[in-house]
């Protein structure tokens, strides 16, 4: 029997697979690739800024 109007309760591990999922297909549709790990060192918070706002990529933002 089915009850109407109650989701059955997801665990953990149900809810991670669903975000990969929806990760993946929004990844598909945007243009802009993900950016490698890189590490970055700046000397001021406003260097950075700066930086961010020089970016194309607005993953990098």
Do not use: H, I, Y
């Given at each position: 029997?089915?009850?109407?109007?109650?989701?059955?309760?997801?665990?953990?591990?149900?809810?991670?697979?669903?975000?990969?999922?929806?990760?993946?297909?929004?990844?598909?549709?945007?243009?802009?690739?993900?950016?490698?790990?890189?590490v970055?060192?700046?000397?001021?918070?406003?260097?950075?800024?700066?930086?961010?706002?020089?970016?194309?990529?607005?993953?990098?933002?």
């Amino acid at each position: 029997m089915k009850t109407v109007g109650k989701a059955k309760p997801l665990g953990p591990l149900e809810l991670l697979r669903q975000a990969q999922k929806l990760r993946e297909r929004v990844d598909r549709w945007n243009p802009w690739l993900r950016p490698r790990s890189k590490v970055f060192k700046f000397r001021t918070w406003e260097a950075l800024e700066q930086w961010r706002q020089n970016q194309t990529n607005p993953r990098l933002r």
